[in-house]
């Protein structure tokens, strides 16, 4: 049954292996200091005190699998059951630590750790429809701006809105679905629900919240420290 509470039932995996160019600091993004702690420690704690989840995998920067283990221990996060090296690219992150869950999972949530501020209602909102029958749940957002097809500095076309959202993390599948998705090319997936969509799975929306802002720049790292 999802979300039944079932001793290691629901697993979260945190994406955190990114360098954080854009970002710009002398550290990977994860590492990036938020109101005096690393960025990765708010996913860790937030996840780590989630009546949902059981069980925690940290895809870590390359050479900076210690330093997460420590932050783990230091926050007393006692579900963070493995730091793996993250790899090239955010699916190939996602699928090292997908290969620390157990086959006795049946629900596994993928997360961002550039996006600090999440919380228990978005968590416990991605379980509904997969009560439901759906493989996969997506917090989606709405899109302000008019949306272009750009090439070579020109506009090429204006993109119709309409049936437009975008959308964030944390996203939550069955665990076999997204086993099932990752077993094929990850290649040019931005997110799980990409894979599971192209895998055949059905992805259900839900709410997502303008705070589960993605930390991409440091003005976005000044505006989610003001939200702290
Ligand atoms: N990510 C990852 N492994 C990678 C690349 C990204 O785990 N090889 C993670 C990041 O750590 C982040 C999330 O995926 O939590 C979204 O990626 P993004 O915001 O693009 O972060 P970075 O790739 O670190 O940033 P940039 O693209 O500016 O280098
Ligand atoms: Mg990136």
């Given at each position: 049954m999802v979300g039944s509470g079932?001793?290691?039932a629901t697993w979260a995996l945190i994406a955190a292996a990114g360098s954080g160019e854009r970002l710009g600091m002398d550290r990977p993004k994860a590492f990036a200091a938020l109101g005096g702690r690393p960025l990765l420690a708010e996913s860790i704690?937030?996840?780590?005190r989630s009546e949902v989840v059981d069980a925690i995998v940290v895809a870590a920067p390359p050479g900076w699998e210690e330093p997460s283990i420590l932050?783990?221990?230091?926050?007393?996060a006692s579900k963070v059951v493995a730091c793996v090296t993250g790899g090239a690219t955010r699916a190939e992150s996602v699928a090292a630590a997908l290969a620390e869950v157990p086959e006795a999972a049946l629900v596994i949530m993928v997360h961002d750790a550039?996006?600090?501020l999440l919380d228990e209602a978005h968590l416990e909102r991605l379980l509904v429809p997969l009560a439901e029958?759906?493989?996969?749940?997506?917090p989606v957002v709405p899109v302000a701006d008019t949306l272009k097809r750009v090439r070579d500095g020109a506009v090429v076309e204006?993109?119709?809105?309409?049936?437009l959202v975008a959308a964030q993390t944390p996203q939550a599948f069955l665990a076999a679905t997204l086993r099932r998705a990752f077993a094929g090319d990850v290649d040019g997936a931005?997110?799980?629900a990409g894979l599971v969509e192209r895998a055949g799975g059905r992805v259900a929306v839900v709410e997502g919240d303008a705070r589960l802002l993605k930390v991409t720049t440091p003005a976005d790292l000044a505006l989610v420290e003001s939200w702290l």
């Open positions: 079932d001793v290691g704690d937030r996840l780590d932050l783990a221990e230091e926050l007393a550039a996006r600090p029958g759906y493989d996969g749940a997506v204006t993109v119709d809105r309409e049936g931005t997110d799980c």
